[in-house]
């Protein structure tokens, strides 16, 4: 079960350790090529917490699509997934040679998409508290 992180360092935003998973794409990958799964390990309506299989470098920009719970009913998705442009801030190797963890910061291209990210994922992460 998902539980809120508290605030304590520099984020905006408050997050939760909820499982999703998500593909994630290098820009710079060919557009036939289909995207890496992986799972995320927290996320918040600024960012996420992403295992994968390969190590990604800090900077590189990526394409996360995913679908997160509907609020009424942590077992329905919603209908369409959310597509969301990023970059990889900081990349881990996880013990025991299971892959990485990579943290990725949203960065929406427009208010629009911006507005999509929070009016989506503010209230999944506040259904979480009550």
Known sequence: MGQLQQNNDKRTFLRTSREVFA???KFSSPP???GEKGMSRDISGGGM???VSAPYEPETGVRLKFNI???????????????IIGKVAWCRERPGDSGYDIGIEFRPRSFADAKKIYSTLYPYVMSLIS
């Open 69 to 83: 719970p509907a609020r009424q009913s942590h077992k329905k998705q919603l209908s369409s997934p959310l597509v």
């Open 32 to 34: 036939e090529e289909p």
């Open 49 to 51: 917490c992403l295992t």
């Open 23 to 25: 593909e994630v794409k």
